[in-house]
Nanobody, 124 residues
């Protein structure tokens, strides 16, 4: 089992940047693909980005392409989501998730392991 902890959320003005971190423990991190998802109040959880086990292939939601960058450092058991040019509509709780399945998957049902989430609020 993999235990995930997100950090790095906060309040930022529109146009600003944040970097989310996802720390993993419990199993070999490089055995797992990592997905980033977000959920705004009253809305369904949505896919943001996913990175495969070796960090060689990344998928992005169209709404964040060109603004967000996912990465990982398997030696440090960490995954990151760099978010630039933030918009008020990016406001949500952000979650990292892990899966041993081949990926990177954009479907939350493919991820059995989830962090507790970190809140990102973008003011206009």
């Amino acid at each position: 089992q993999v235990h995930l902890v997100e950090s790095g959320g906060g309040l930022v003005q529109a146009g600003g940047s944040l970097r989310l971190s996802c720390g993993a423990s419990g199993r070999t991190f490089s055995d797992y693909g990592v997905g980033w998802f977000r959920q705004a109040p009253g809305k369904e959880r949505e896919f943001v980005a996913a990175i495969n086990k070796r960090g060689t292939f990344i998928n992005y939601a169209s709404s964040v392409t060109g603004r967000f960058t996912a990465s990982r450092d398997n030696a440090r058991n960490m995954a990151y989501l760099q978010m630039n040019s933030l918009k008020p509509e990016d406001t949500a709780a952000y979650y990292c998730a892990a899966t041993a399945a081949a990926g990177p998957s954009m479907f939350d049902n493919d991820y059995p392991y989830w962090g507790q989430g970190t809140q990102v609020t973008v003011s206009s």
